[in-house]
């Protein structure tokens, strides 16, 4: 990113404060670099057009149109490499705080987020992020608070889709029941990690039970095993890649986590009765329901 920050934002959200920082980078071309660094700020890319590469704590991660990378606090990472001159890329940097006794839903999620988050489908942000740009560059009648209001859009589109991933419970009250909490932290647990190669001993080391006790847990809230629960949640957010997004079938069946397309295409048609492709198609012809 660029030295100099040009625009400062604050957005509160849920009890949550969000304090948003855009640089030289998000108003102006500049150079790709492939120094790794890493700050204390989250990092936010979203991808307007063509596709960029990026590595993140030494993994590479490749993003096309359509796309947003949350890059989290602490993690070593280069900046953003376009695929050609036409590519477009806005980013900025922001912290939070929580003010509540007890951190909400969003802080919760914020904080799960361990070396970067990818969210597909996004064209609606980023259609909000390309106003921002406009805005700055029009400098209109109280450019500054409409700005504002756009970049506080973003800010809720992308958390609601963070805590989204997973249908959480009707009516429930994260802050003052422990069950509802222990909940929580389980789903923001599978929506941040699903597409990694998880194991209930690693969601129960971050909730602190023995893996014992984590199965007495998820069967009560859940009624199923650890694993019933991950390819629920795999299943829930290929749907939404395949409704939501033009990724062929075999990138989709990695984003999702699993190992090969054919055990994606497996499992798919066991919990939904069609292939993702049959799946894709009648639900763009609006002849089946998710």
Known sequence: MGNGVIFNSSALISGCRFDISMDESYFYPVEPSAMIHNHADYELHMIKSGNYSFEINSN??????GSILLISPNSYHN?????????????????????????????????????????????????????????????????QKCMDHLIYMI?????????????????????????????????????????YDIHSKDLAKYLNLSVRQLDRVIRKHYD?????????????????????????????????????????????SRKTGHTPSSFRKKNSTGSCNP
Not at 60 to 65: F, S
Not at 105 to 133: K, P, R
Not at 166 to 175: I, L, M
């Open 60 to 65: 590479p991660v490749r993003l096309g149109e």
């Open 79 to 143: 900046t953003a490499a376009p695929d050609n001159d036409r590519s477009k890329d806005y980013c900025f940097r922001f912290d939070h705080s929580c003010h509540e006794k007890e951190k909400c839903v969003f802080s919760t999620a914020m904080e799960g987020i361990n070396g970067a988050l990818v969210l597909d489908g996004c064209g609606y942000a980023i259609g909000l992020a390309e106003e921002v740009f406009l805005e700055y560059k029009r400098k209109q009648l109280d450019y």
């Open 155 to 195: 800010m809720l589109y992308i958390l609601r889709r963070i805590v989204d991933i997973v249908p959480q419970k009707e009516g429930s009250d994260v802050q003052h029941h422990a069950d509802e909490n222990r909940t929580t932290a389980i789903d923001v647990f599978f929506a941040l990690n699903h597409m």
């Open 224 to 268: 199923m095993t650890f694993k019933q629960k991950l390819t629920e949640i795999r299943i829930f957010a290929a749907k939404r890649l395949l409704l939501e997004s033009s990724l062929p079938v075999n990138v989709i069946s990695e984003r999702v986590g699993y190992n090969s397309v054919e055990n994606f295409s497996s499992s798919f």
